[in-house]
């Protein structure tokens, strides 16, 4: 999975529309294997970002889980902390 995507579900407060579009985005991009469509596939990728987006927005939407909601500022820290053992020297 690409590491630019980050998990959604189950925070408080809900991911953010804009959230959703940048993970939407990212695989978009890992997908079609560029940043940057050409003029002639531009209107495509942005088609398929909007749909996966709209997508994923209805998946967050309807899951369910008995787990509490994670905290953004927790889990940051928590991959922070595996960044800094993973690259230490």
């Not at 579009?21 to 209107?43: C, H, I, M, W, Y």
């Not at 309807?62 to 994670?70: F, N, Y």
């Amino acid at each position: 999975m690409c590491r630019n995507i980050r998990p959604l579900n189950n925070f408080e407060p809900p991911a953010t529309n804009d959230e959703v579009r940048d993970a939407a985005l990212q695989f978009v991009r890992k997908v079609s294997g560029t940043t940057k469509p050409s003029k002639a596939n531009e209107q495509y990728f942005n088609e398929a970002v909007e749909e996966i987006a709209h997508i994923t927005r209805h998946l967050l939407e309807h899951l369910t889980t008995s787990a509490p909601p994670k905290n953004r500022e927790v889990e940051a820290a928590k991959a922070r902390a595996r960044s800094a053992a993973r690259f230490a020297s």
